[in-house]
C-alpha cells in the first residue's frame, strides 16, 4: 500500500486463490474492499472477505462470487448501525440472495458457500462468519484462529461427543460442513470482535484448501517470517507440493500502526484514570477511624485502621496505574462477542521447520533431476547457502524467509516450464 495517508498506509495486504492440483475449476473467491479515503474508512473501514463455494456445475462457483459481491454492497450500505451488526446483516441479506439464486435454476439448487470476513475498523478488527473457511490472527508469535469452524468433527468435539485430536476425532472427514451460506433462506453467522488492532498484528483469511495441507503452525511461523504477498505465495505453493487437492485462497494483512476511532496511528501512553469514590471514601474513613482510636488510647485498633487506609491507598494507585495503561484518544471497547480465539498456536520459528523446508527443496531437485525439469539453481542455491549460515547465527526468522524464497523461485520455474502440468512432490 503506496498511500501518504496514514489511515491507509499502516495496512499491507496481499490476495491470490489457486486452482490447485486436482480440481478443473476454482469455486473459490476473495476480495478486499478497502476504504478510498479517511471519512469512508471512518465509517465502515477496510473489509477482507473469502469464500468456498459448493454445488454441482458451475453452482460452487456463482455463490462465492455472489457472496464476495453481495456482502461489501450491503455493508457499504448500513452506513448507520455499528460495524458489527453491519456485517451480520450483509451477511444475512447476501445469503437470502444466493438462496433466491438456487431456487431459480433447477441447475443452483442447494448451492451454497463459505465466508469468513474481516472488518478492521477504527475500533479494531471485526469478524463474520460461516462455515470451514478461517480467520487467524498473529500477535506476539502466538498464532489463534479467531473462528469456530461449522463442521462435523469440530461440531461433535465441542458438545463433548468425541475427544478432540482422538482416533475417533482423526476418522470423522474434516471437509462435512453444518453450515454455509445458500442452501436454506435463514443463517446462523458467528460473529467475533471488535478485537484492538495493534502494530505488528498480521491476519490471515483462507479456504480449507490450505489448513487441510499445511498445519496450523507452519502457517504461522510463515505468516510471521515473511511479508504478506511472500507468505501468500509459499503457503500456496506448499498446499500444492503436498497434494493440492482443493481450491486454494488466501488473503494476509500486516498492521504497521495502532489505529483509534480517527483512523489514525496513535503512540501509546499513559492516561489519568480517577478511581471510583468508594476507594477514597475508604481511604478517609480509615484514616479518620485511625485519628478517632489514637485520641481513645486503642493503638491496637488504630493500627487496624491504618491498615486498612494504607491497602486502600495501595489498591487505588494500582488501579489508576493499571486502568491508564492504554492508547491516549482511545476510548476502552466492549468485551468482545463470540467466544474466540478457539484454538492457539506457537508460531516462535524452530529448526525443525527450517529443515522441513530445506527438506521440500531437496524434494524438489530430485524431481527435477528425475524429470530432466531444466530448473536454474543459482539463486535457490544462494537462497540456501545464506539459510544455513542464518540457522548458524541462530536467525531462525531469517532462515524461513530465505528458505520459503528457495521454494518459491523453484515453483516459479517450474510453472513457466510446464504450463500448469505441475505434480505433487511426495514430502
Not at 482422538?166 to 453450515?179: D, F, Q
Not at 500444492?240 to 483512523?263: E, H, K, M, V
Amino acid at each position: 500500500m503506496s498511500d501518504p495517508e496514514n489511515w491507509n498506509a499502516s495496512i499491507v495486504h496481499a490476495i491470490q486463490s489457486d486452482v490447485g492440483m486436482r480440481r478443473a475449476n476454482n469455486q473459490d473467491s476473495a476480495t478486499s474492499v478497502t476504504a478510498d479515503s479517511e471519512s469512508r474508512f471512518n465509517k465502515r473501514g477496510h473489509l477482507f472477505i473469502v469464500a468456498d463455494g459448493m454445488g454441482a456445475h458451475a453452482a460452487g462457483e456463482l455463490a462465492s462470487q455472489m457472496a464476495v459481491e453481495k456482502i461489501p454492497q450491503h455493508y457499504l450500505h448500513n452506513s448507520s448501525i455499528s460495524t458489527v451488526d453491519a456485517l451480520r446483516k450483509a451477511i444475512s441479506e447476501a445469503n437470502r440472495e444466493v438462496y433466491l439464486k438456487g431456487q431459480s435454476n433447477p441447475e443452483f439448487h442447494n448451492m451454497g458457500t463459505t465466508v469468513s470476513t474481516l472488518a478492521l475498523v477504527p475500533d479494531g478488527v471485526v469478524v463474520g462468519h460461516v462455515g470451514d473457511s478461517r480467520v487467524y490472527r498473529l500477535r506476539r508469535e502466538v498464532f489463534e484462529q479467531l473462528t469456530f469452524d461449522h463442521s462435523l468433527v469440530w461440531e461433535m468435539e465441542a458438545n463433548g461427543h468425541v475427544q478432540p485430536n482422538s482416533e475417533l476425532s482423526r476418522a470423522i472427514p474434516k471437509n462435512v460442513i453444518t453450515r454455509s451460506l445458500g442452501p436454506s433462506a435463514e443463517v446462523a453467522i458467528d460473529m467475533e470482535g471488535p478485537w484492538p488492532a495493534l502494530r505488528g498484528d498480521r491476519y490471515l483469511l483462507c479456504s480449507d484448501g490450505l489448513t487441510g495441507q499445511v498445519t496450523d503452525e507452519e502457517i504461522g511461523m510463515l505468516l510471521g517470517c515473511l511479508p504478506p504477498h511472500k507468505a501468500t505465495q509459499v503457503l500456496i505453493d506448499l498446499a500444492n507440493l503436498r497434494g493440492g487437492p482443493d481450491n486454494i485462497t488466501i488473503i494476509t494483512l500486516q498492521l504497521d500502526a495502532d489505529f483509534n476511532r480517527s483512523g489514525a496511528p496513535i503512540h501509546r501512553q499513559r492516561v489519568t484514570v480517577p478511581a471510583p469514590p468508594f476507594l477514597w471514601v475508604t481511604i478517609a474513613a480509615s484514616l479518620l477511624a485511625a485519628v478517632l482510636l489514637a485520641v481513645s488510647g486503642l493503638w491496637l485498633a488504630m493500627a487496624g485502621a491504618l491498615a486498612i487506609s494504607a491497602t486502600a491507598a495501595a489498591y487505588t494507585a494500582w488501579y489508576c496505574m493499571a486502568s491508564g495503561n492504554r492508547s491516549a484518544g482511545s476510548p476502552l471497547l466492549q468485551g468482545p462477542k463470540g467466544r474466540g480465539p478457539y484454538r492457539r498456536y506457537s508460531a516462535k520459528p524452530s529448526q525443525d521447520f527450517v529443515d522441513r523446508l530445506s527438506g521440500t527443496v531437496k524434494a524438489l531437485r530430485d524431481a527435477a533431476a528425475e524429470k530432466n525439469w531444466q530448473i536454474d539453481w543459482v539463486e535457490i542455491d544462494r537462497c540456501q547457502q545464506q539459510a544455513e549460515q542464518a540457522c548458524q547465527a541462530n536467525q531462525l526468522d531469517r532462515a524461513i524467509l530465505l528458505q520459503s524464497e528457495a521454494i518459491i523461485g523453484t515453483m516459479q520455474q517450474l510453472r513457466y516450464q510446464r504450463a500448469g502440468d505441475e505434480a505433487a512432490v511426495d514430502l
